[in-house]
């Protein structure tokens, strides 16, 4: 799975109650052939995802393509990428609250 199959698929795989009371905004800048610029919105108990970059974000997350599939497969220790700086997270906190409901946890 590329990191935009993943990022394309999160509304699909997001529970509407864990987001029922929620609201965010997340930009993903993914570097790579599998990549691009999405947003990711949450609000109302409804997740969507937006190709491009769509109003104004609370985090934003850049990293490459291979990085984030690597995450995402177990590979690649998310803390271990931040402190190397192959895993850019603008908000800490803000990702921290989302990461699980994300699938990023």
Not at 49 to 74: A, N, R, S, Y
Request: neutral net charge.
């Amino acid at each position: 799975m590329t990191a935009r199959e993943f990022i394309m698929s999160l509304p699909a795989k997001i529970n509407p109650e864990a987001i029922a009371d929620k609201e965010t905004c997340f930009h993903f800048a993914i570097s790579g052939d599998g990549g691009g610029d999405f947003t990711a919105n949450i609000k109302n108990g409804k997740a969507e995802v937006l190709e491009g970059f769509v109003g104004e974000p609370k985090c934003t997350v850049k990293t490459t393509d291979k990085v984030l599939t690597d995450i995402l497969e177990g590979k690649q220790n998310p803390q271990m990428a931040v402190l190397m700086g192959k895993l850019k997270i603008s908000n800490l906190s803000e990702m921290m609250k989302f990461a699980k409901i994300l699938g990023l946890g």
